[in-house]
């Protein structure tokens, strides 16, 4: 999960780098919020990790994943964002299922704390999908759990 929310980090900062969409730096800062917060818990557990550089992945297939989202948010700020709209998409459905997998307090605290994030951040990315008149269709959650998010205000998150 740290290398997920680290392949957000890494996204929004490249695309932010190239287009000026204030959701990149914002979220982008959050997401270090997320990374640390894993980090205290794998710290807290004696469990020893490696945070790569930037742009950087152990996981094949998040470094696959990184190369393609990098590639399609360059075409645009419309294709940008939804790429923003498409990792918050993909995390919403991990950070659940490992919640689910778990009962450890501590564990399913931080998976609630980062979904809080990850929906606030969907809204904020479909906000800038749609004032430029764009459109995107959920990859991973059903229609109509982004439907529900997406109906839903802002939130507070982490306490």
């Known amino acids: 999960m740290i290398e997920e929310e680290k392949l957000a980090r890494d996204v929004y900062t490249q695309l932010g780098s190239v287009w000026s969409a204030h959701q990149f730096q914002m979220i982008k800062d959050s997401e270090q919020s997320h990374v640390n917060a894993i ?11 490696d945070t790569l550089p930037l742009g950087q992945f152990h996981n094949e297939d998040l470094q696959q994943l990184y190369n393609e989202l ?24 991990d950070l659940q299922e490992y919640a689910n997998l778990t009962q450890n307090g501590t564990l399913v605290s931080l998976y609630d704390d980062l979904m809080c994030g990850s929906r606030n951040h969907l809204r904020a990315f479909m ?33």
């Open 127 to 159: 906000n800038g999908i749609n004032n430029k008149g764009g459109t995107y269709t959920p990859q991973y959650l059903t229609q109509d759990e982004f439907n529900a998010i997406l109906a839903g205000d802002h939130e507070s998150c982490g306490g």
């Open 70 to 93: 990098i590639l399609l948010g360059s075409d645009s700020e419309l294709a940008a964002l939804k790429v923003g709209a498409t990792i918050e998409d993909l995390d919403l459905v």
């Open 39 to 49: 980090a205290a818990i794998l710290d807290s557990y004696s469990l020893e990790y």
